[in-house]
């Protein structure tokens, strides 16, 4: 699928705005602090990190220097699903963590986690973007007392794994494959003839060390943040699954705020977001081109036989995210 004129001319119009200075005159009255908690240690240049700094500055600029927003890098603050629960609370204001953790706060969210929902990346963010991506929103504000104001991603999830190319669907077998703790990851990997082995994120390259697992999937971004490259050698883009990365804010929270704070925050993430749409299809290119020179073999195989097993989870999950008619609606989107 194309990119559309109108995609294509918010990027140009993007590019123009964060070329101005956001350096600005704070406005009388006490400034409104937002505590930002990120939970993968994002590094300088990822388009998620760049991203996290442009909302900063932005909120500034289009608050006239009243919005000041903390960031708390790489889990300073906790767990992703800890961030999520202390953003319920109020402890923290903002979050931008893996959708994969709020899909428990907010059931509806399956609908759009499943693997091989979305064909591709611009798919995603025209759902998103438009009037089924404020239907999630809403959803996950009713769910989870959170609000959604962007649904970044990170490019697809890839296998990877320290001991052999998986060019084919059988040639996962004897691999022992992490997942997160998600029903949906389990159910994936069991399609697929595998019996996967649920740990946290914090484990996992001890484990990878000491033969515990022998892979998993992620991002390729994350295999350079966590320098994975450094003991595994093996990767392949199954493009089951794309990477949202939502970033929300406490609804009690911005409900308390005057209006132009609301709209402030609400454009200055929005811009960013677009912004990190064009970018991250950048950096992916530049990722493989990485991880190549340290030595990976990154197999990019025809993915019929994988997306054929893994589609018929997706029944298994139509009641929990509300029935079959949401996914109905995802799936005729595109």
């Not at 388009?47 to 500034?60: F, M, S, W, Y």
């Not at 999937?217 to 295999?223: I, P």
């Not at 609301?262 to 990190?276: E, F, I, M, P, R």
Request: aromatic fraction near 12%; include cysteine.
């Amino acid at each position: 699928m194309k990119k559309s004129a109108v995609i294509i001319s918010l990027g140009l119009c993007l590019s123009l705005i964060f070329s101005l200075s956001t350096t600005q005159s704070a406005m009388a009255g006490d400034k409104v602090v937002i505590k930002y908690a990120t939970s993968p240690p994002y590094t300088k240049g990822s388009p998620l990190a760049e991203i996290t700094v442009k909302i900063k500055e932005l909120a500034a600029l289009y608050s006239k220097g009243k919005l000041d927003v903390q960031i708390f890098w790489g889990g300073q603050l906790g767990t992703e699903q800890k961030v999520f629960k202390d953003c319920q609370m109020g402890i923290v204001q903002m979050v931008q963590a893996n959708i994969a953790n709020l899909s428990p706060f907010a059931n509806a969210l399956y609908a759009v986690v499943l693997p091989y929902v979305f064909d591709n990346r611009e798919e995603a963010y025209r759902l998103f973007r438009g009037e089924l991506g404020e239907y999630f929103n809403q959803q996950t504000i009713k769910l989870a007392g959170l609000r959604v104001l962007a649904w970044p991603d990170q490019s697809y999830r890839a296998l990877h794994n320290t001991k052999k190319r998986v060019q084919k669907l059988e040639d996962m077998q004897g691999l022992k494959w992490r997942v997160p703790n998600n029903p949906v990851f389990i159910e994936e990997y069991k399609s697929w003839g595998v019996n996967p082995i649920p740990m946290a994120w914090s484990e996992v390259f001890s484990s990878l060390q000491t033969g515990v697992i022998h892979g998993g999937d992620n991002v390729l971004r994350n295999l350079v943040d966590f320098k994975l490259y450094e003991i595994e050698k093996y990767a392949t883009v199954t493009k089951h699954m794309i990477e949202f990365v939502p970033i929300v804010v406490s609804e009690e929270f911005f409900q308390k705020q005057p209006d132009e704070i609301k709209a402030a925050l609400t454009k200055a993430v929005s811009d960013a977001w677009a912004w990190g749409y064009f970018a991250m299809a950048e950096d992916d290119e530049k990722t493989k081109a990485f991880l190549r020179e340290k030595g990976m073999t990154i197999d990019e195989p025809i993915v019929s036989a994988w997306k054929e097993r893994a589609v018929k989870i997706w029944p298994k999950f139509y009641d929990r995210a509300g029935g079959k008619d949401i996914f109905d609606k995802v799936m005729s989107f595109k």
